[in-house]
């Protein structure tokens, strides 16, 4: 009788045992819980740098093109009619685009060249030439991804040379041609411009290409392509003329980086037919022509010449030079007056 009572009396004491434990055990969950979500002060919260965001971000994408033989996926981005939006296209870039076409977004902001899509004006990129130290290495195409180059014409005989002509600058070589011949892309590309020039390009095309340049055609005949078009190297994207400021059919080839022409001799030997290298380098030195065309021209008026003899003169405009000198296009100008040209 008293061993059940003992064995009675250890089995109560090892239940109240237990339940302690258990307890304890509880009461240490409760106390491990999670302590409330406390938000932060907004006042303290710092700004977030969207341009050095995209900069940074810039820097490691947009090289990827051709480098390390990295192969960009294709995707498609709207461009929007209003000039004076800026877009997010699926590069994570912002564009300035013109144009409400569905275009890849890799040809709006190709290398680290393009930041607009502008179908308007054929320098849209504010370069600054005097600000410009580097020394770029332009890979002009990449057999490894398909991309080739091409002749603009089937013969490439120059008529005329880039370079400074009858008080003005030449931004490109003139090649001969008839009336009809085909017209070719030079590098893959993609149409940005196609226009009419009544007073100087006549009908003409401008391609931009992911190697950083971009290409005008001038003095067209016929297009053979649209706004936003992909083309090849080597596709016929229209046929040769003589519209616009022509005296005889050929074809005004120009070639251009950040909208500032460079000579197309660099790249091209046209008199047999060739591209030079599969490379070619921009530095300061490419647009030497371009900071000396732009600094102050002055002339004194002779007997006899008015605003428009002077403006046709210097391949200005009436209008620009009253603009320089704060004068109107009626006023009257004096025999020995010095004019502001550009």
């Known amino acids: ?49 969207v341009q050095e965001y995209l900069q940074n971000l810039q820097k490691g994408t947009d090289s990827l093109i051709y480098k390390d033989r990295i192969d960009l996926r294709r995707r498609l981005s709207y461009a929007n009619a209003d000039t004076l939006s800026l877009v997010w296209v699926p590069t994570y870039q912002l564009a300035q685009v013109s144009e409400k076409i569905q275009i890849d977004s890799v040809w709006v902001t190709a290398y680290e060249y393009y930041q607009s899509w502008d179908t308007q004006r054929i320098d849209s990129y504010n370069f600054n030439p005097k600000e410009f130290k580097d020394t770029v290495y332009i890979k002009l195409y990449d057999p490894f991804f398909g991309t080739n180059w091409s002749n603009p014409l089937d013969h490439t005989k120059i008529n005329s040379e880039f370079g400074f002509r009858r008080y003005r600058w030449h931004h490109g070589t003139d090649l001969d041609l008839n009336t009809g011949d085909p017209v070719y892309s030079v590098f893959d590309g993609i149409v940005r411009m196609r ?60 070639v251009r980086y950040q909208g500032l022409s460079i000579n197309p001799t660099e790249l091209f030997d046209f008199s047999v037919g060739r591209l030079k290298s599969s490379v070619y380098t921009v530095s300061s030195t490419s647009f030497e022509h371009i900071i000396k065309m732009r600094q102050a021209v002055y002339h004194r008026v002779r007997s006899g010449e008015n605003l428009s003899v002077i403006a046709k003169r210097y391949g200005t405009s009436s209008r620009s030079i009253a603009v320089l000198n704060g004068i109107s296009t009626n006023s009257i100008i004096r025999v020995g007056q010095r004019l502001r040209i550009r």
């Open 195 to 254: 226009s009419y020039d009544r007073y100087g390009y006549g009908y003409y095309v401008v391609i931009r290409h992911k190697n950083g340049l971009e290409t005008l055609y001038g003095h067209l005949s016929k297009f053979n392509v649209e706004v936003g078009q992909e083309v090849q190297a080597g596709e016929v994207i229209a046929y040769g003329g003589s519209t616009g400021r022509s005296s005889g059919p050929h074809l005004h080839f120009e």
């Open 1 to 49: 009788m008293k061993f059940r009572v003992l064995i009675l009396s250890v089995i109560f004491n090892l239940c109240i045992g237990l339940t302690g434990t258990y307890a304890q055990i509880f009461s240490n969950n409760k106390k491990n819980q999670a302590p409330p979500v406390i938000l932060p002060d907004a006042r303290k919260l710092q700004t977030f740098d």
